[in-house]
T-cell receptor
Framework: AQSVTQLGSHVSVSEGALVLLRCNYS??????LFWYVQYPNQGLQLLLK??????LVKGINGFEAEFKKSETSFHLTKPSAHMSDAAEYFCAVSSGGSYIPTFGRGTSLIVHP | SQTIHQWPATLVQPVGSPLSLECTVE??????LYWYRQAAGRGLQLLFYSVGIGQISSEVPQNLSASRPQDRQFILSSKKLLLSDSGFYLCAGTGTVSEKLFFGSGTQLSVL
């Protein structure tokens, strides 16, 4: 079985501030982990993914995430927020035992000028 | 590259009317396909998934059904829509569990 927990349904930051979106997962087998971004009235786009290579994964738009097995976490960070980063962010997990990717409930990132 | 075409983008239907949403896939063969629903301000709810032609698994009991008549075609249907069927519907696909999901642009369904 696999599951994802995203802490905080809303995160508010000032433009230029650090972005930290939290994701914890559970999986009985080694997981594949993903972060997706969704802009209003659009489908989801992949930001980055972890597939058992480097634990620090760099994605698009300056985002990165670190896989920490001991903490079962895959938090998403960006050093400096831009107004264009305002969107809904979803963490997801897949594993070899399931055809079904499991998504977290999403975190809405709000960026203030 | 893999692409999902999903239409229409917006749909307004009266209660009790039928529904047919279609998505088609380009750039890959034998994908796993998924229908998700996203209610306003909430996460993604998996409705159906398919690992091949004619193979449909339902994740939640509901008023909707799905079909996969061809490898790259996935259809979401209802015989009689309910108010609670309103939401944002997303079709998605992937080749393997280690690959990303690629999403269609979604259909905003309003049942009135």
């Amino acid at each position: 079985a696999q599951s994802v927990t995203q802490l905080g349904s809303h995160v508010s930051v000032s433009e230029g501030a650090l972005v930290l979106l939290r994701c914890n997962y559970s999986s009985s087998v080694p997981p594949y982990l993903f972060w997706y971004v969704q802009y209003p009235n659009q489908g989801l786009q992949l930001l980055l993914k972890y597939t058992s290579a480097a634990t620090l994964v760099k994605g698009i738009n300056g985002f990165e995430a670190e896989f920490k097995k001991s903490e079962t976490s895959f938090h998403l960070t960006k050093p400096s927020a831009h107004m264009s980063d305002a969107a809904e962010y979803f963490c997801a997990v897949s594993s070899g035992g399931s055809y079904i990717p499991t998504f977290g409930r999403g975190t809405s990132l709000i960026v203030h000028p | 590259s893999q692409t999902i075409h999903q239409w229409p983008a917006t749909l307004v239907q009266p209660v009790g009317s039928p529904l047919s949403l279609e998505c088609t896939v380009e750039g890959t063969s034998n994908p796993n396909l998924y229908w998700y629903r996203q209610a306003a301000g909430r996460g993604l709810q998996l409705l159906f998934y398919s690992v091949g032609i004619g193979q449909i698994s339902s994740e939640v009991p509901q008023n909707l059904s799905a079909s996969r008549p061809q490898d790259r075609q996935f259809i979401l249907s209802s015989k009689k829509l309910l108010l609670s069927d309103s939401g944002f519907y997303l079709c998605a696909g992937t080749g393997t569990v280690s690959e990303k999901l690629f999403f269609g642009s979604g259909t905003q369904l309003s049942v009135l």
